[in-house]
């Protein structure tokens, strides 16, 4: 296994990258970081819409986020890569089409937790806002949204780490991240597939399972910060 | 562009029969890692609760890494890695009884079984201590306490979150096609290789997965307000 490393440790952590695209994991986590930020304004358009008093405007995001929710990334992913080009005019590389289908598929799960943020918010806040004689937008993003963020932090890196988790199928459409590198060495080595795929498992666990912890750290530093958990105690 | 959108084309002959078989095998994975992920996640629980802290490592260990790997990567790992590892009949036993949609399915019900055991703690540490202590100052034993009040209680509290399991696991078993199962994903690809009518056939993938994923869905909220309980 060490041998393994030792020999592909390259093509593991940047592809083929000096003589050909780049990958591996810098890929991966370049498109996990990529996908998020370019999700982040649909999902707060649609978690806003889906609070609208307006039914024009809730009716589709809803439909839009159940849809979404209803179908395999992996069919986003064919859609995106057929579709795309016909869009755009020209061919669209596998990372491309990978970010693009993460970036529709993501923003209906990151509304949802961003409408969970904004649901959570005491009522007291939009209603002292009002009274102070704050409109729609100087509410929510003065008021609203500045505070929801801040408290959905612990699950946006969750989320973070679900696309990064999620990048892995851009070896269904040969996009060079880190599954697809792991599957070349695969294809050279060919006769030791379990340490291989071992090797590969255990790096997104180390990535993954250090996000997660991080996560964990921050959702605590925030209700510890509210001193809403009991046995942590906030000197006033 | 002088395209024209036939769905009549994909939905005819033997391609209609590809597609049934592809969902038929969907439901099928989805069936089986099912059943794999209920008995396992209801086994890791169990496990917990066994006052001996190793084993509580265990279920830990387990749940973390089930939870911090891509779903493909332990895919590839049962199929490419695990027959590897075992002698030489079972490899051959392996290749000549579909060994691609068994390893699918094991791997699916594993990592879906991590989910459920969490989903079914949660439901257990929402019952009150209290319910426990009473049962048992009632002449309830250990056994009997969790048998007959905290369990029937805690799965009814696991019931919705366990149908959005399904929901993912059905999703889930898309990933399949990367090693070859015939699942609808698959048999969508390749009447699109055969036909050259990808928007139609993909069009058809899309409409079936939305129409299962709404009734878990439907099936799921309306198992959120029937089986709540009236709490005091």
């Given at each position: 296994?060490?041998?393994?490393?030792?020999?592909?440790?390259?093509?593991?952590?940047?592809?083929?990258?000096?003589?050909?695209?780049?990958?591996?994991?810098?890929m991966?986590l370049?498109?996990?970081?990529?996908s998020?930020?370019l999700?982040?304004?649909?999902?707060?358009?649609?978690?806003?819409?889906?609070?609208?008093?307006?039914?024009w405007?809730?009716?589709?995001?809803?439909?839009?986020?159940?849809?979404?929710?209803?179908?395999p990334?992996?069919?986003?992913?064919?859609w995106?890569?057929?579709?795309?080009?016909?869009?755009?005019?020209?061919a669209?590389?596998?990372?491309?089409?990978?970010?693009?289908?993460?970036?529709?598929?993501?923003?209906?799960?990151?509304?949802?937790i961003i409408?969970?943020?904004?649901?959570g918010?005491?009522?007291?806040?939009?209603?002292?806002?009002?009274?102070?004689?704050?409109?729609?937008?100087?509410?929510?993003?003065?008021?609203?949204l500045?505070?929801?963020?801040?408290?959905?932090?612990?699950?946006?890196?969750?989320?973070?780490?679900?696309?990064?988790?999620?990048?892995?199928?851009?070896?269904?459409?040969?996009?060079?991240?880190?599954?697809?590198?792991?599957?070349?060495v695969?294809?050279?080595?060919?006769?030791?597939?379990?340490?291989?795929?071992g090797?590969?498992?255990?790096?997104?666990?180390?990535l993954?399972?250090?996000l997660?912890?991080?996560?964990?750290?921050?959702?605590?530093?925030?209700?510890?910060?509210?001193?809403?958990?009991?046995?942590?105690?906030?000197?006033? | 562009?002088?395209?024209?959108?036939?769905?009549g084309?994909?939905?005819s002959?033997?391609?209609?029969?590809?597609?049934?078989?592809?969902?038929?095998?969907?439901?099928?994975?989805?069936?089986?890692?099912?059943?794999?992920?209920?008995?396992?996640?209801?086994?890791?629980?169990?496990?917990?609760?066994?006052?001996?802290?190793?084993?509580?490592?265990?279920?830990?260990?387990?749940?973390?890494?089930?939870?911090?790997?891509?779903?493909?990567?332990?895919?590839?790992?049962?199929?490419?890695?695990?027959?590897?590892?075992?002698?030489?009949?079972?490899?051959?036993?392996?290749?000549?009884?579909?060994?691609?949609?068994?390893?699918?399915?094991?791997?699916?019900?594993?990592?879906?079984?991590?989910?459920?055991?969490?989903?079914?703690?949660?439901?257990?540490?929402?019952?009150?201590?209290?319910?426990?202590?009473?049962?048992?100052s009632?002449?309830?034993?250990?056994?009997?306490?969790?048998?007959?009040?905290?369990?029937?209680?805690?799965?009814?509290?696991?019931?919705?979150?366990?149908?959005?399991?399904?929901?993912?696991?059905f999703?889930?078993?898309?990933?399949?096609?990367?090693?070859?199962?015939?699942?609808?994903?698959?048999?969508?690809?390749?009447?699109?290789?055969?036909?050259?009518?990808?928007?139609?056939?993909?069009?058809?993938?899309?409409?079936?997965?939305?129409?299962?994923?709404?009734?878990?869905?439907?099936?799921?909220?309306?198992?959120?307000?029937?089986?709540?309980?009236?709490?005091?």
């Amino acid at each position: 296994m060490l041998e393994i490393l030792q020999n592909n440790w390259l093509l593991f952590l940047v592809g083929q990258y000096p003589h050909g695209p780049i990958g591996g994991l810098v890929m991966t986590l370049f498109m996990a970081l990529i996908s998020l930020a370019l999700c982040f304004p649909f999902a707060i358009g649609l978690a806003l819409a889906r609070l609208s008093p307006y039914r024009w405007l809730r009716l589709p995001a809803t439909a839009i986020v159940h849809t979404v929710r209803g179908l395999p990334l992996v069919m986003f992913i064919f859609w995106a890569y057929f579709v795309s080009p016909l869009i755009i005019g020209r061919a669209v590389g596998g990372v491309e089409t990978l970010v693009i289908a993460l970036v529709v598929y993501e923003a209906a799960y990151l509304s949802e937790i961003i409408r969970a943020g904004i649901e959570g918010l005491p009522k007291g806040q939009t209603e002292a806002a009002t009274s102070l004689g704050l409109r729609y937008w100087p509410t929510t993003l003065k008021v609203v949204l500045p505070q929801a963020l801040h408290n959905m932090l612990p699950s946006m890196v969750s989320q973070f780490v679900s696309t990064i988790k999620e990048t892995s199928l851009g070896y269904v459409i040969s996009a060079h991240e880190l599954t697809f590198a792991a599957a070349q060495v695969n294809n050279v080595l060919l006769t030791q597939p379990f340490e291989v795929y071992g090797i590969l498992a255990l790096t997104y666990f180390a990535l993954c399972f250090a996000l997660t912890s991080l996560a964990r750290l921050i959702e605590r530093r925030i209700s510890a910060g509210r001193g809403g958990t009991p046995g942590i105690t906030i000197a006033a | 562009m002088g395209y024209v959108f036939d769905l009549g084309s994909v939905l005819s002959g033997k391609y209609l029969d590809w597609f049934l078989i592809g969902i038929a095998t969907t439901l099928a994975l989805t069936a089986v890692a099912w059943c794999l992920a209920m008995a396992m996640g209801i086994v890791l629980t169990l496990v917990r609760m066994i006052p001996f802290p190793p084993l509580g490592w265990f279920v830990a260990l387990y749940v973390e890494y089930h939870r911090n790997v891509p779903l493909l990567v332990q895919i590839f790992l049962w199929y490419f890695g695990v027959p590897s590892l075992l002698p030489r009949p079972a490899r051959q036993w392996i290749n000549a009884h579909h060994g691609e949609f068994l390893l699918a399915g094991i791997a699916l019900g594993l990592a879906a079984a991590a989910y459920v055991a969490e989903d079914i703690r949660s439901g257990i540490r929402s019952i009150p201590k209290a319910q426990y202590e009473a049962a048992r100052s009632i002449g309830f034993g250990y056994l009997g306490a969790m048998g007959y009040v905290v369990l029937p209680q805690a799965l009814r509290i696991s019931v919705p979150p366990l149908i959005n399991q399904t929901l993912l696991l059905f999703k889930n078993t898309s990933l399949a096609m990367a090693i070859g199962v015939g699942e609808l994903t698959y048999r969508t690809r390749e009447v699109d290789s055969y036909t050259f009518k990808t928007f139609e056939a993909f069009a058809v993938a899309t409409v079936v997965y939305l129409v299962i994923s709404f009734g878990i869905m439907a099936l799921g909220s309306w198992s959120g307000t029937r089986l709540k309980l009236e709490t005091r």
